[in-house]
T-cell receptor, first 114, second 114 residues
Framework: AQSVTQLDSQVPVFEEAPVELRCNYS??????LFWYVQYPNQGLQLLLK??????LVKGINGFEAEFNKSQTSFHLRKPSVHISDTAEYFC????????????FGKGTKLTVNP | DVKVTQSSRYLVKRTGEKVFLECVQD?????MFWYRQDPGLGLRLIYF???????EKGDIPEGYSVSREKKERFSLILESASTNQTSMYLC?????????????FGEGSRLTVL
């Protein structure tokens, strides 16, 4: 079975600062990895995903994430955040060739202050 | 554009009432999911369906049932609502192929049980 740990429940930053949201997973098989964003009172939308190949994945809104197999991590980064990036971010994992289930972390609430 | 539509954004029900949450997708996806989202707990899978009339329990199925009579529609049923089922409910869908396809979410249904 897979599990996902998002190491920070809340991350406050100032506008234009860099940010990293951390995600670690555990799995005995190869996985697909995802980051989703949820703006207030909305559903989740996909930021980016890692399926295979290059370990650096670029997504929407200037976000990127790096897959590190040895450390079982998939941290999300943005070099310069905007007020509009204030949202909750979820890391998720699904095993390759296995269950249809997508397992989510508990979320990290990013607050960008002026 | 892909669309997952949840019939009610906000519902208020009384303890013991039967509650139906409806979800419709227009993408011809085989897989549909119901998640529950609570602060600090992230998203937890209640049930999913990989085909019409097929269903599988997720991580927290107790107190819930589902129905999938047509490919585009997946209903979540609370037979006798209780206050601990007050939550945000998110429906999602996904194609079976290619492997690694992401989930598409509806905007959520916020249920309050009094």
């Amino acid at each position: 079975a897979q599990s996902v740990t998002q190491l920070d429940s809340q991350v406050p930053v100032f506008e234009e600062a860099p940010v990293e949201l951390r995600c670690n997973y555990s799995s005995s098989v190869s996985v697909y990895l995802f980051w989703y964003v949820q703006y207030p009172n909305q559903g989740l939308q996909l930021l980016l995903k890692y399926l295979s190949g290059s370990t650096l994945v670029k997504g929407i809104n200037g976000f990127e994430a790096e897959f590190n197999k040895s450390q079982t991590s998939f941290h999300l980064r943005k070099p310069s955040v905007h007020i509009s990036d204030t949202a909750e971010y979820f890391c998720a994992v699904r095993s390759q060739g296995g269950s249809e289930k997508l397992v989510f972390g508990k979320g990290t609430k990013l607050t960008v202050n002026p | 554009d892909v669309k997952v539509t949840q019939s009610s954004r906000y519902l208020v029900k009384r303890t013991g009432e039967k509650v139906f949450l409806e979800c419709v997708q227009d993408m011809d996806h085989e897989n549909m999911f119901w998640y529950r989202q609570d602060p600090g707990l992230g998203l937890r899978l209640i049930y999913f369906s990989y085909d019409v009339k097929m269903k599988e329990k997720g991580d927290i199925p107790e107190g819930y049932s589902v129905s999938r009579e047509k490919k585009e529609r997946f209903s979540l049923i609370l037979e006798s609502a209780s206050t601990n089922q007050t939550s945000m409910y998110l429906c999602a869908s996904r194609a079976s192929t290619p492997a690694g396809r992401e989930l598409f979410f509806g905007e959520g249904s916020r249920l309050t049980v009094l």
